[in-house]
């Protein structure tokens, strides 16, 4: 019980799970090299022993004790800011352990319908808290034919389902897919990834076991390979994470572990909820990488001399633009907190969607700002050994001078960053998670048609229109 350390993390990936990567049934996840990047950005947020960091990714919790402030349920402004900086200062696996938040923001709407159901909420929540351990969100299902409900399905394991109900609990089969960071947590935090109907209770499921459990297998894929130069990688090299396909091969869950099992009618809050945080987190990240693609390309203006062109400076202003309106979304959003029955905040719903759609939606088209200034060199800049290469370095430093005293080595990283961000293997990744990650444009379009005061808008327009009501 209590915090760990990051040794303690990494020998506790080692509990019998199974996990394929590059062919391979792996074992020993902790050791294995696959996992190395993976497992070095997961123990950052371990780093208790950081006194910078400390602050930031600890609190002290109602019972007194010390617990990563990933835990930290918002009841003031203050702890919902906070919860933002957090973001800025935690990996991915910490970021998805923000599950927990989704859960007890329903929390209060299960125990109407089932005290037992949301009772394993609170507790499993605070024996995650204080065992310090780490949680992937577990959604998204294969869906098969996107035309047909969970029910119409050729098979109908395309959307996770209960195929058996015990005195002792229920049996689950099914996959998820696109699981961040599955491999390297130790809970798995399912639920079901839409709405369900009456007729689809048997896939208005939830529960949360440990990676271990029996039935339960992960198929790992990463857009880095195992081993990458930082220098030409400066950021496929350091944030590497695992996606995984969760399959549960009639996977036992005892009742005690169980938050829904049928209940349809809730089905459609656990998803709700889970978008709001996800893509919360989300906005933190994007607004930290708008800003980067904005000083690259002031940088990369800066070092060819035409920094001071009328079109370069309006290409930048647009990425201002971009990142700032993010800025602002989430402030918004965090202004404007609601807040649960039990006096939990959480930011304001139709700003996050609002604002991860903008995001979302104008992404590729600030890559191609950031791209069109840099140039050509984004993709054919040489590598690192030729530029410590005697001859080709030589080379290198004549043509890639803009002057006097250009710094070669600043112009190349710089040139490097562009290119790993937006146009190799992170960039390549980013591209598509930009869009789809925390739920894809539709879902935010689905959100924000709830969530406007469309009644307000139509009064409006009618009173603009000179209709007295
Ligand atoms: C890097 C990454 C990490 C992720 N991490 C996680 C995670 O940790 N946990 C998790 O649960 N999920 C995760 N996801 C999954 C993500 O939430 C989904 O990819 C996203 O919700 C879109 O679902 P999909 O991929 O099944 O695409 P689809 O549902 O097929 O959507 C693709 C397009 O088809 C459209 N479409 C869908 N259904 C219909 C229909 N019936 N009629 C017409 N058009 C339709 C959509 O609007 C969209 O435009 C991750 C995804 C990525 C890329």
Redesign the pocket.
């Known amino acids: 019980m209590g915090l760990m350390t990051a040794a303690q993390y990494r020998a506790s990936l080692n509990d019998g799970r199974v996990i394929y990567w590059g062919g391979e049934k792996i074992t020993d996840v902790a050791n294995h090299p696959r996992f190395q990047v993976p497992i070095a950005v997961a123990c950052r947020d371990y780093a208790y022993d950081d006194p910078e960091l400390e602050p930031i990714i600890t609190y002290r919790t109602e019972d007194g004790t010390t617990a990563h402030r990933v835990y930290q349920v918002p009841r003031t402004t203050e702890e919902l800011e906070m919860r933002l900086e957090l973001g800025r200062h935690m990996s991915i696996v910490g970021g998805?352990t923000g599950v927990y938040m989704a859960l007890l923001q329903v929390k209060d709407r299960l125990s109407a319908i089932s005290p037992r159901f949301a009772h394993n909420i609170e507790r499993l929540y605070l024996y995650a808290r204080d065992n310090d351990l780490r949680a992937?969100?577990?959604?998204?299902d294969a869906?098969g034919d996107?035309?047909k409900k969970a029910h119409e399905q050729h098979d109908p394991d395309m959307y996770v389902r209960i195929v058996e109900r015990r005195n002792d609990g229920i049996v689950v089969r099914g996959a998820?897919?696109?699981?961040?960071g599955a491999a390297l947590v130790h809970e798995l935090v399912v639920m079901p990834?839409k709405s369900m109907r009456p007729e689809e209770a048997d896939y208005a499921v939830a529960f949360s076991i440990p990676v271990n459990t029996p039935g339960v297998s992960i198929i790992n894929r990463s857009f880095a390979p195992a081993e990458l130069n930082e220098f030409d990688y400066p950021a496929s090299a350091r944030h590497s994470m695992p996606?995984g396909f969760v399959v549960f091969d009639d996977v036992f869950i005892p009742w005690d572990r169980v938050f829904l099992a049928g209940e349809w009618q809730l089905a459609g809050a656990f998803a709700a909820a889970l978008g709001l945080w996800e893509r919360t987190l989300g906005l933190v990240i994007a607004h930290h990488e708008a800003e980067v693609m904005t000083g690259l390309a002031q940088l990369v203006s800066e070092q060819q001399g035409k920094d001071r062109d009328a079109h370069i400076q309006d290409t930048i202003a647009e990425l201002i633009c971009y990142t700032e309106t993010i800025r602002m979304g989430i402030d918004y959003a965090v202004r404007h907190y609601e807040s649960t029955p039990d006096g939990m905040l959480h930011p304001n719903i139709l700003g996050i969607n609002v604002t991860k759609y903008y995001y979302a939606s104008h992404f590729h088209e600030m890559v191609k700002h950031l791209q069109d200034v840099a140039g050509g060199l984004v993709i054919t800049l040489p590598e690192e050994a030729e530029l410590r290469h005697p001859e080709a370095g030589a080379y290198l430093r004549k043509y890639l001078a803009t002057g006097a005293n250009t710094d070669i080595e600043l112009r190349m990283r710089v040139y490097t960053l562009i290119r790993d961000l937006t146009a190799d293997a992170y960039g390549g990744?980013n591209l598509?998670?930009a869009l789809?990650?925390?739920?894809?444009?539709?879902?935010q379009r689905i959100m924000m048609a709830r969530t406007f005061d469309m009644g307000h808008a139509r009064k409006a327009a009618l009173q603009a229109a000179g209709v007295k009501r």
């Open positions: 998805v992937a969100e577990v959604i998204t869906k996107r035309s998820k897919l696109h699981i961040t990834t996606e990744w598509v998670t789809q990650a925390g739920g894809g444009l539709k879902a």
